[in-house]
């Protein structure tokens, strides 16, 4: 279906004035315009229903072990009504509505659950599949609810229930429904949307902000600003940029000259890709085994499913071509892979068969130099 299509079928079918569905709009599972009192938006299958009784929460901070939170755990925090415009601003619609839930930052503060300064938290739903993230600065803005009311009614499950994040000074997909995990990080988690390539900023415009004066937390931002056709111009020219340094001659040039013995391939490489949701507890395996050096990244990537294929609510086929992935990068001796294989299989199995869990692949390394001390091999990582 092209774009101009697409335009006349939500049009026709939608009392709400003015939305504009982007390109990927027959990429969502479930679409309702008409929702009230807010439409109903969801990219991935909804999760099974769940009782707000039975809500738990997965929270880590930086330095802490992940705990379980339970709802009772959650009663106890002061209760919130926030009633703010809630902005999407990819379909181009605004609702006013009234949130009841807790803030945020008493629930961060309350379990002592933190990051570093110029840190992130990252919120993952129950659908396995979507996630967000925010600063250390945007998380504590005290506008932030973990919602479980909408207009003085529970949450519905359709619209996050029974508990989902509320950030209305964002645009509405940061907002992340059903929240069963809250992450700390050190580094920007970026999110499902940015590495789709859906969004490039969580940011709302300054048409937006203006129009509902909508003010930005103070300090760091989560995502990039803006594209530079909706923010003002610069009032001071930027910096000049430094040339490169010169290249570093003499030692580099005499380790690459050294004439080197060959070396039998002891080390290994241990490649693993895992469910984003899934680094913290990785990371944890992997150094409760007294593994420390890694490199870790979130990507995009398939294997033999081919993605992620489900109906919509409307019997039409629907397919993710490519799903988010941790991946991590573990050098290591050779006889120390079967330690990181088991760190990395208890950490990320979910039930023995299921899809989703990730694969291991191994693979020789010839040799490892380390550059400040010409040290090789096993001694260089």
Not at 8 to 24: A, N, T
Not at 100 to 114: A, H, M, P, Q, T
Not at 139 to 146: G, I, M, T
Not at 218 to 231: H, L, N, T
């Amino acid at each position: 279906m092209n774009l101009s299509r697409r335009l006349s079928v939500f049009k026709g079918v939608s009392m709400r004035e003015g939305i504009l569905p982007p390109k990927f709009a027959d990429k969502f599972f479930r679409i309702d315009f008409d929702a009230m009192p807010l439409p109903i938006l969801s990219l991935y299958p909804i999760p099974p229903s769940l009782a707000l009784e039975e809500v738990t929460l997965d929270l880590a901070g930086l330095e802490q072990h992940p705990r379980l939170i339970s709802w009772p755990m959650l009663h106890e925090l002061p209760r919130v009504k926030l009633k703010v415009p809630f902005i999407c601003q990819i379909f181009n619609w605004v609702e006013e509505v009234e949130w009841e839930g807790i803030r945020l930052v008493d629930l961060l503060d309350s379990f002592k659950i933190d990051t570093h300064p110029d840190g992130y938290f990252a919120f993952y739903s129950r659908d396995r599949v979507f996630f967000e993230g925010l600063s250390r600065d945007e998380a504590r803005d005290p506008r932030v609810l973990l919602a479980y009311g909408l207009n003085g009614s529970p949450l519905p499950e359709v619209h996050g229930g029974p508990l989902r994040l509320v950030v209305p000074f964002l645009q509405g997909y940061k907002s992340v429904k059903w929240v069963h995990s809250i992450h700390a990080f050190r580094h920007d988690p970026v999110g499902i949307k940015r590495l789709l390539a859906q969004s490039p900023t969580g940011q709302l415009n300054e048409k937006w902000r203006g129009q509902y004066q909508i003010v930005p937390p103070a300090g760091k931002s989560g995502d990039p600003p803006p594209v530079r056709s909706e923010i003002a111009p610069l009032s001071t020219p930027p910096a000049a940029i430094s040339p490169p340094e010169p290249p570093v001659h003499g030692r580099v040039d005499s380790v690459l000259k050294k004439k080197q013995p060959p070396r039998q391939a002891t080390l290994k490489e241990v490649i693993a890709f895992v469910r984003p949701g899934k680094q913290l507890a990785t990371r944890q395996a992997l150094e409760a085994a007294g593994i420390y050096g890694y490199t870790t990244t979130t990507v995009l990537g398939r294997s033999r499913q081919r993605g992620l294929r489900f109906q919509s609510e409307k019997g039409e086929p629907v397919a993710i071509k490519f799903m988010p992935k941790q991946y991590f990068s573990i050098m290591i001796d050779a006889g120390r892979v079967p330690a990181v294989i088991a760190a990395l299989m208890k950490a990320n199995r979910t039930g023995k068969g299921a899809y989703g869990d990730g694969k291991i692949f191994i693979v020789d390394i010839d040799d490892a130099v380390r550059i400040s001390t010409d040290e090789r091999g096993e001694e260089a990582i």
